[in-house]
Nanobody, 121 residues
Framework: QVQVVESGGGSVQPGGSLRLSCAAS????????MNWYRQAPGKQRELVAG???????DYADTAKGRFTISRDSDKNMVYLQMNSLKPEDTAVYYC???????????????WGQGTQVTVSS
């Protein structure tokens, strides 16, 4: 089975930076898209940034100009560089990978367990 694991979360002051990492492992034929979502307490999970196999990355309006998503296809990893962090960025951040596991089954989404990001003074 495919596994998705996030790391890099922690606590920072407003204006600080964090770099999240996500590693996908297991039976992977091809990764089509890699995304970062976040979910604050009592809120719905929302898309923060996504990077497709082809084309340019997409960002939520709140992330534009502050966050940068990148990927290393050879290592099956995706990163989220977060700068100028605000208290409202506090949430559990989840990695989502859209990948092809086998040729007999179409691509599917896989989720990590999440990593906590806390921005406070």
């Amino acid at each position: 089975q495919v596994q998705v694991v996030e790391s890099g979360g922690g606590s920072v002051q407003p204006g600080g930076s964090l770099r999240l990492s996500c590693a996908a492992s297991g039976s992977i034929l091809r990764i089509d898209a890699m995304n970062w979502y976040r979910q604050a307490p009592g809120k719905q999970r929302e898309l923060v940034a996504g990077i497709p196999r082809y084309g340019s990355p997409d960002y939520a309006d709140t992330a534009k100009g502050r966050f940068t998503i990148s990927r290393d296809s050879d290592k099956n990893m995706v990163y989220l560089q977060m700068n100028s962090l605000k208290p409202e960025d506090t949430a559990v951040y989840y990695c989502n990978v859209y990948l092809l596991e086998s040729r007999s089954i179409g691509p599917r989404y896989y989720w990590g367990q999440g990593t906590q990001v806390t921005v406070s003074s």
